[in-house]
């Protein structure tokens, strides 16, 4: 008997050893942030005790004074229903408008892109010259799959709102130049920009702009351009307004290369005290610089700037597309009262219209590339995000459905072995997952 019961007390300590260890493990496990095989170094990290500034809200959304609790309401203010699903407002893409046909344009634009020199002439004698030849001969590492097609195309918009709907982005960043001013390979494309506010609407969506560099362009004829869109567009119920923390509804502006014009021009448009400034007028707005060099941290403080983005798709080409800087850039930001938007994208390849800087060329590795760049930008917790691109097919960072082909003198590149729809279909799951961890760390 006295065996019998030393047998039940190992068997029951044995038991109760058993069922602490079961508990300790399940303890250790950490739940699915949705992106289970991404590089070391970017796992998802909890959200706790951050507070926000500003709100990234459409003109149109009301909030009222019992919805002012972040925690209930982060996805009623930062997100809307669209045809194809649920889009969020913070994150923004950046879109081009300058594409053309014969049929509709009376001849290719920008598929026939120049094969860009390399400034040095010795390294430039290595390298082919020319034009591309469309169709079969685009200027781009990957085909359409709408084939070149023109921006002025309603159906080609439509198609356009559709995957920018389901890729859940909410704000498509178009590219502007002034009325008769084009970039140089195409021409001038404001004529396009209320077809595009029209077919967003009917998305859902918002537009923001993103002012170009031309020849001339100062902070003068900034001033001009902002006033320009704003008397044009801004009752349109697809122009974006961002909601700052005063309350108050103003347009957003991306200044692409602002560090063309020097920080103490833009603060005669920038700063109150400026000789022509726009703020507290009808038409200030947030303006949203480039940052590029370290330096350029300081300019665009001191320019007045509201804030800065990356741009760049290529991780490592610049101080600012660089993923390990954007921690650093976002709490300078953060001691400045500025915003930090951090650009990210699917890959980097430009060769097809600058055939010597492969260097540069950073590959999709089959999306794992995107998963990476876009939880670095989580990691830093800003409160927009910028994707680069919609449909920037030059550099290869286009999410817009792509499908492989092959022509005589051509072999293009491809998301296979996914399809055509992968990288909206990554856009809108890490969207999805922003957007919750967003409502964590604004409780």
Not at 107 to 118: E, F, I, Q, R
Not at 238 to 261: N, Q
Not at 302 to 326: I, K, L, R, V
Not at 362 to 369: A, I
């Amino acid at each position: 008997m006295a065996r019998l019961r030393k047998k039940a007390c190992i068997a029951l300590f044995l038991f109760t050893l058993f069922v602490f260890g079961t508990m300790m493990g399940l303890k250790t496990l950490k739940s699915s942030d949705g992106f289970p095989d991404l590089a070391p170094g970017f796992e998802l990290i909890p959200m706790i005790g951050g507070k926000m500034d500003r709100r990234s809200v459409p003109q149109d959304t009301a909030v009222s004074p019992a919805q002012a609790q972040p925690a209930r309401n982060t996805k009623v203010v930062l997100s809307n229903s669209s045809p194809e699903g649920t889009v969020f407002y913070d994150v923004h893409i950046f879109y081009y408008i300058w594409y053309g046909t014969p049929h509709m344009d009376g001849k290719y634009m920008h598929w026939d892109h120049l094969l860009v020199p390399h400034w040095d002439p010795k390294i430039a004698a290595s390298y082919p010259r020319g034009r591309h030849m469309p169709p079969e001969d685009i200027g781009a590492s990957f085909y359409p799959e709408l084939n070149p097609y023109s921006s002025r195309d309603p159906d080609v918009l439509e198609s356009h709102m559709e995957q920018i709907g389901a890729s859940a982005a909410g704000v498509l960043v178009v590219s502007w130049y002034p009325p008769g001013i084009a970039d140089d390979n195409g021409e001038p494309t404001e004529d396009v920009v209320p077809a595009v506010l029209d077919a967003a609407y009917r998305h859902n969506l918002k537009v923001a702009f993103h002012m170009q560099p031309y020849r001339g362009r100062n902070d003068q004829t900034v001033h001009d351009n902002i006033k320009y869109i704003i008397d044009r567009y801004g009752d349109h119920g697809a122009f974006y307004k961002y909601k700052t923390s005063t309350g108050k509804s103003l347009p957003l502006f991306y200044i692409y290369d602002s560090y063309l014009t020097p920080p103490e021009s833009w603060a005669e448009l920038l700063t109150s005290s400026g000789a022509h400034s726009l703020r507290g007028s009808a038409y200030d707005a947030m303006f949203i610089a480039l940052v590029v060099e370290e330096r350029h941290k300081h300019d665009i403080l001191s320019g007045g700037f509201d804030g800065m983005y990356t741009y760049f798709a290529s991780n490592g080409f610049s101080f600012g597309s660089s993923h390990q800087n954007w921690k650093a850039i976002k709490a300078f930001c953060d001691g400045n009262n500025l915003i930090f938007i951090p650009s990210v994208g699917p890959g980097y390849i430009d060769t097809s219209v600058r055939p010597w800087n492969n260097h540069n060329t950073r590959n999709r590795v089959n999306g794992r590339y995107y998963e990476t760049a876009l939880q670095a930008a989580q990691s830093a917790r800003p409160e927009i995000v910028t994707i680069t691109s919609f449909n920037e097919w030059h550099e290869g960072t286009q999410i817009e459905r792509a499908v492989p082909r092959k022509t005589v003198t051509r072999l293009y590149l491809d998301y296979q072995p996914h399809g055509p729809e992968h990288y909206l279909e990554l856009t809108r799951r890490w969207a999805e997952q922003f957007n919750k961890e967003k409502e964590q760390w604004l409780m």
